[in-house]
């Protein structure tokens, strides 16, 4: 069967504010190479048959730019990974019938080699009815991760008993301590498993739509879900094939501490000086940072705009971008 790869770029990357900006989101970035992140995305993908980008209008002119090979699918409203992922599979399913979609998002950070896990991924997909994720190996209790309760071993592959997405901290600690995997948020299906297993969920209303030819009243219909809540929590059956590559979200500021080499003891994206400092995250466009007798930071200075708060709290960028998000400034 023939495979599709479908990469995700609708996202805005709040929490790496000032870096990421709602005209600038993450994927556009170059975090871990000289490359942006979907560029190496696309990189990574060159074992499939067709490629296409799903993105909204905003982002369509630029993503066409970074992956001139692909077939950028503008999707009629940005409504999250469901319906990214519903319409992307319906389009997919419309231009290559049975065909095996491989859908990531294009803001990863891969070490290694990611091919052999995909091919493996879509041969799942192809020889078994189930939805197959990508799983990987926990090392803390991260609770913005989906989980993956695994089931029977089979050849190459083993059924998820239960997917549970972004649980607490509490739940999150009992989940790596059962021996649960992250789910990569990487997956493979064909178009009928998909479309099965979103029946009496809510992308349902999407999929009638899409079959009716009607994108923009599906969209309408159809409230903002990722395809974890929506699908992959409820699906009969899901499939894990585990990750053979090193694999970070490069979600917060303070991942770049895993992927970056240390400079002086602190993780530098940019220019810096360090003295008497260790442990900060510092990333910059054009500016020089120093940094005197302070530890354990993240301080990211792009274009007019410097945001500085202790690492372990880098979540709370969020909290930065919603008030800004008010004034229009993010
Ligand atoms: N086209 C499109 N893409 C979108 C949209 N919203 C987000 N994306 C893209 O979809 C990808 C994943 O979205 P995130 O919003 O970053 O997901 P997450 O919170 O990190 O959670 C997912 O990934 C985790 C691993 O990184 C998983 O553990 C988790 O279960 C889930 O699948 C990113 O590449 C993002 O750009 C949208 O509305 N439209």
């Known amino acids: 069967m023939e495979t599709a790869a479908v990469l995700l770029a609708g996202g805005t990357g709040t929490r790496l504010y000032p870096a990421s900006r709602s005209d600038r989101p993450k994927q556009f970035l170059a975090l871990d190479g000289d490359d942006s992140l979907l560029r190496r995305t696309a990189d990574r993908v060159a ?24 077939t950028v699918l503008v999707e009629p409203g ?7 992922l519903a319409y ?52 803390r209790p991260a609770t ?34 059962a021996g649960c995997l992250w789910n990569a948020g990487i997956f493979a299906w064909t178009p009928d498993a998909f479309v099965a297993e979103s029946t009496g969920t809510p992308l349902e209303p999407l999929v009638d739509a899409l079959d009716r030819g009607d994108e923009e009243a599906g ?12 699908v992959m929590e409820r699906a009969d059956r899901v499939a894990c094939v585990p990750a053979e590559f090193g694999w970070d979200d490069l979600g917060t500021w303070d991942a770049l501490e895993r992927v970056l080499d240390a400079e002086d003891g602190n993780a530098v994206l940019g220019d810096a000086l360090g003295i008497d400092a260790a442990g ?5 466009d054009d500016k020089h940072v120093s ?20 690492k372990e709290d880098a979540d709370r960028v969020r909290e930065v971008v919603a008030e800004l998000r008010g004034e229009d400034a993010f």
């Open 219 to 230: 969209f309408r219909a159809v409230e903002s879900v990722s395809v974890d809540y929506a």
């Open 88 to 139: 992307a599979t319906h389009r997919v399913r419309e231009k290559h019938g049975d065909c095996v979609v491989f859908a990531t998002p294009s803001d990863h950070h891969v070490d290694g080699d990611f091919a052999s896990t995909a091919e493996r991924a879509c041969e799942v997909a192809a020889e078994t009815d189930a939805l197959v994720t990508v799983g990987v190996e926990p090392d």
């Open 280 to 284: 900060n995250v510092v990333a910059s």
């Open 291 to 310: 940094l005197v007798g302070v530890e354990d930071l993240v301080v990211a200075a792009y274009d007019d705009r410097v945001l500085v708060l202790p």
């Open 47 to 70: 074992f499939a048959d067709h490629v296409y980008v799903v993105t909204r209008d905003a982002y369509a002119t630029e993503a066409r730019d970074i992956v001139p090979e692909a």
């Open 144 to 177: 913005g991760y989906g989980y993956l309760e695994l089931g029977a071993e089979r050849d190459g592959y083993a059924e998820v008993a239960s997917f549970r997405e972004k649980p607490d901290a509490e739940r999150a600690r009992d989940l790596v301590d």
């Open 78 to 84: 940005g409504k999250d990974t469901g319906p990214a």
